[in-house]
């Protein structure tokens, strides 16, 4: 594939930088990649055949029903050579092939955790794990969701030490903005050059 | 099944995915690209690139020609024309054999070296 940069201006391509958003359903995934994106945000479909699902296979694929799995995703531009795509990842286990593409390349990967339903959280951190990608787990604070600490709220995870756990609150940038730097900052700290804070 | 696309709710999807479709009726019920195309892989037209000289190529080919006039992911292209990203892919399949289009694909393997990251650290903490 030619990956010549082109001349000119409009023409250069930049470098994209993927980050998924996973959790479990109502998590606020979508919440937080609205409150990030610079772009109201996007959404793109998958189609899904009905039987061979994730095969692309051709035979007989006129026979088949198709579905289409809605996938939210924004922008955030970090300067005219770098640009930071946020995806949501489909929330249901059927849709996991979906995530091996989304994760293809990804930088790693924000899981966002609601202390209501700490269990639906459970497969996206083992996928994440199981596959080295990494990733942070950011607790959605709701209103009238009962606090727990951090420290609790690892232990339930289970979580490594390392894997940074960061309180957040999905609906503001500022705070969706922490939980990025501190996925980048992690990916950063586990290749032994860790970003310096400033 | 429920009647309205996924799409228009503010929310993951729920119980089920969205109305059956046939959106493959634009490929000609082709599924499969010709190449494998990230949905952050950035495409880009060729410098005079004339799909008007393909009669053979649909409005959609022409539109995603127009649309990458500048970088475009394969992600916004779609999100773009409102199409399946598996639809995408196999129309700009259609362009690339055609050398209407470039496709950049993102570098797969390697992370992003240390200046990116402190340059995508520093870009978050300035939004």
């Known amino acids: 594939m030619d990956s010549v940069r082109s001349d000119g201006p409009d023409r250069r391509i930049p470098l994209a930088l993927k980050i998924l958003v996973a959790g479990g359903f109502g998590a606020g995934k979508t919440t937080l990649v609205s409150a990030l994106s610079e772009v109201r945000p996007l959404q793109t479909e998958e189609v899904l055949t009905g039987a061979g699902i994730g095969t692309d296979d051709t035979s007989g694929v006129e026979t088949k029903s198709t579905t289409t799995v809605a996938m939210d995703f924004g922008r955030i531009t970090i300067n005219e050579d770098l640009q930071v795509y946020l995806f949501g990842t489909p929330g249901q286990d059927r849709f996991w092939f979906l995530w091996d593409e989304l994760a293809f390349g990804a930088l790693g990967a924000v899981v966002l955790a609601d202390t209501r339903r700490l269990a639906d959280c459970f497969p996206s951190i083992d996928y994440f794990e199981e596959r080295g990608i990494p990733f942070v787990v950011g607790v959605n604070c709701f209103d009238g969701s009962r606090r727990f600490s951090l420290e609790t709220v690892r232990q339930a995870l289970d979580l490594d030490p390392d894997v940074p756990l960061v309180l957040c609150d999905a609906r503001h940038r500022q705070s969706g903005k922490e939980v990025l730097i501190a996925l980048v900052e992690h990916v950063a700290r586990q290749r032994g050059e860790p970003v310096s804070a400033i | ?127």
């Not at chain 2, 990203?85 to 240390?114: E, F």
């Open chain 2, 1 to 127: 099944m429920r009647a309205e696309s996924p799409g228009t709710q503010h929310q993951w999807l729920d119980d089920d995915a969205g109305p059956v479709v046939r959106p493959y009726t634009l490929t000609g019920g082709r599924v499969r690209s010709s190449h494998r195309f990230d949905l952050v892989a950035y495409v880009l037209a060729e410098p005079g690139a004339d799909p008007a000289g393909h009669p053979d190529l649909q409005p959609e080919h022409r539109r995603l020609v127009a649309l990458a006039s500048r970088p475009v992911p394969v992600a916004e292209l779609a999100s773009d024309l409102d199409l399946a990203v598996g639809v995408v892919r196999v129309l700009l399949g259609d362009l690339l054999a055609r050398g209407l289009i470039t496709v950049h694909q993102p570098p797969a393997a390697n992370l992003p070296d240390n200046d990116i990251l402190k340059a995508v650290v520093d870009g978050l903490r300035a939004l």
